[in-house]
């Protein structure tokens, strides 16, 4: 805790030398050549103290703009959203705290935070006693990683007959936010597969 001026003085004074020459009184002469150091350490302490909140991004007014310096800009873009001083502290403290599980259950919580309800489906390797005859015994290797990760679709954007001329897509999808964050989580073993069929 930041000490006041007069404290800091007082323990000057009370380190003086011993004798009868140096006057140990807060009115004395070498009081006074003390009393703008004492000032200059109490406010060097004041700061400090007021520094300790800024260690927590959820706190930070000063630090912020480091925070947010050291961590980068977004790779999906979130920063760019964000315009109040506590979504710009929540956001800088996910990130730095952030860590993640190589599991389903972590990513369809994280997607459910983002505001997308999903499923992940995995597609297992065979095993004994559960493949029948006729089936493969061995899958390809880039379906034993694959993640079949299921989201509601965002934003479908379809051809309108008399308005889509030639050249134009049938139809096209704009990826939700999820996607990106769920891409840059992923176990780097894994290939996340997305499907926007609306079908879970």
């Keep these: 805790m930041a000490r006041t001026g007069f404290a800091v003085l007082d323990e000057l004074l009370a380190l003086l030398p011993q004798g009868w020459a140096w006057d140990r009184s807060r009115g004395g002469d070498l009081a006074a050549l003390l009393t703008p150091v004492a000032n200059r350490q109490s406010a060097i302490e004041g700061q400090a103290e007021a520094l300790l909140a800024e260690v927590d991004p959820r706190a930070a007014f000063y630090l912020l703009a480091d925070y947010e310096r050291v961590l980068?800009?977004?790779?999906?873009?979130?920063?760019?959203?964000?315009?109040?001083?506590?979504?710009?502290?929540?956001?800088?403290?996910?990130?730095?705290?952030?860590?993640?599980?190589?599991?389903?259950?972590?990513?369809?919580?994280?997607?459910?935070?983002?505001?997308?309800?999903?499923?992940?489906?995995?597609?297992?390797?065979?095993?004994?006693?559960?493949?029948?005859?006729g089936e493969t015994v061995c899958a390809p290797a880039e379906e034993v990683f694959a993640w079949r990760i299921t989201l509601p679709p965002d934003r479908l954007i379809e051809a309108v007959c008399g308005v889509s001329?030639?050249?134009?897509?049938?139809?096209?999808?704009?990826?939700?936010?999820?996607?990106?964050?769920?891409?840059?989580?992923?176990?780097?073993?894994?290939?996340?597969?997305?499907?926007?069929?609306?079908?879970?």
Excluded: M
């Design 72 to 133: 980068g800009p977004d790779p999906c873009g979130r920063d760019l959203l964000l315009t109040t001083l506590a979504d710009r502290r929540a956001a800088a403290h996910q990130r730095w705290t952030a860590s993640g599980q190589p599991t389903p259950a972590f990513f369809i919580a994280l997607a459910e935070q983002l505001g997308l309800p999903a499923t992940i489906g995995e597609f297992l390797p065979p095993r004994c006693g559960a493949v029948v005859c």
């Design 165 to 200: 001329v030639c050249g134009d897509r049938l139809g096209d999808l704009v990826p939700p936010l999820a996607e990106c964050v769920l891409r840059e989580w992923a176990p780097a073993h894994t290939r996340p597969v997305f499907d926007y069929s609306g079908s879970y």
